[in-house]
Every structure is written in C-alpha cells, then in structure tokens.
C-alpha cells in the first residue's frame, strides 16, 4: 500500500465505531521524513510518500482509511526535560545557554497540559547537569510532543 495523503487526525475527529485500526509506532524523529517504509502492528508494509512541502507528521493522523479500516500514527514518547524556571530571568539565562548549543526547545504555557510556563528540550546529561549546577527546578519525562524536534540550520 502507497500512501501519498493524510486523511486527517484521530485527534481532532474520532474514527467511527467499529473501525478496525491498525497502529504504525514511529520514534518522533521520523516525523519530519515524506518518504519512509513502515509496517504496522498487523505485520502489513506501508509506504509513505507524502508531496513536498507537506506538514509532518503528527500522532493521530490517519494513514489510510478504507470503510471500516484504518491506519492511524502513533509515536513513541520522548524523553525529554521540562524545565520550569522560577523567573523569566532564570528562563532567558537558561534559553540563551542551550540555544548557544543549538539544542532545539518547545515552550508551553499555563494553559498546556503542563500546567505552567515551561521550556521543552531532549533528555541530554549534560543539560541536566547543567540544571542541576544553577539550580533551576525541571522534570525528566517521557512525553509524546506535539511536533518533532529539529536539528537547527545555521550559519556564523
């Protein structure tokens, strides 16, 4: 099977009852990939060749819906650092410190699931000791994210 379109996210529109899913569980880097070879839970190969300049992936969207079945993304929880800085000071020293590592962040506010003002990034130990020598407060979770993380392009 060729997929070549998303049919939509079982987030923001449930399937219909009685759908048979079957379930294909990437690792959050494989989002940002248009052209991949994937097998669901049900050993069936899928390929996926989305057209240039599509959005990435996303968990929840549908890969194929065909009458009551359906192929629906899951992907794998990151571990990640929530890190919930007490100040905006402490956020920026900490923000301009990893961004001087190039390490990509997501940032949330009170109203996400978080449930606080907090910088996103990728379980590193260096950036926990980090953490942990000037002592700004953060969690160490496995967390599905809303978008992949990047690697930045840049120049000096």
Same mark, same amino acid.
């Given at each position: 099977?060729?997929?070549?379109?998303?049919?939509?996210?079982?987030?923001?529109?449930?399937?219909?009852?009685?759908? +048979?899913?079957?379930?294909?569980?990437?690792?959050?880097?494989?989002?940002?990939?248009?052209?991949?070879?994937?097998?669901? @839970?049900? !050993?069936?190969?899928?390929? &996926?060749? &989305?057209?240039?300049?599509? $959005? %990435?992936?996303? !968990?929840? @969207?549908? &890969?194929?819906? %065909?009458?009551?079945?359906?192929?629906? &993304?899951?992907?794998?929880?990151? @571990?990640?650092?929530?890190?919930?800085?007490?100040?905006?000071?402490?956020?920026?020293?900490?923000?301009?410190?990893?961004?001087?590592?190039?390490?990509? $962040?997501?940032?949330?506010?009170? !109203?996400?699931?978080?449930?606080?003002?907090?910088?996103?990034?990728?379980?590193? +130990?260096?950036?926990?000791?980090?953490? !942990?020598?000037?002592?700004?407060?953060?969690? /160490?979770? %496995? /967390?599905?994210?809303?978008?992949?993380?990047?690697?930045?392009?840049?120049?000096?």
């Amino acid at each position: 099977m060729l997929i070549t379109q998303i049919q939509g996210n079982v987030h923001d529109e449930p399937l219909p009852d009685g759908t +048979h899913v079957e379930t294909i569980t990437v690792p959050s880097a494989q989002l940002v990939k248009r052209i991949q070879r994937l097998r669901t @839970d049900h !050993d069936n190969e899928v390929g &996926l060749r &989305l057209p240039a300049g599509a $959005a %990435d992936l996303r !968990d929840g @969207d549908i &890969l194929s819906l %065909d009458g009551h079945n359906a192929i629906v &993304l899951k992907v794998e929880a990151s @571990d990640v650092l929530v890190i919930r800085a007490r100040t905006i000071h402490e956020m920026a020293v900490v923000a301009h410190t990893l961004g001087n590592r190039h390490l990509q $962040a997501q940032f949330f506010d009170a !109203d996400s699931e978080y449930g606080a003002d907090v910088m996103v990034v990728q379980y590193d +130990h260096t950036v926990q000791a980090y953490l !942990d020598s000037i002592g700004v407060p953060y969690e /160490r979770i %496995d /967390r599905v994210m809303p978008v992949p993380f990047r690697h930045s392009e840049h120049t000096h």
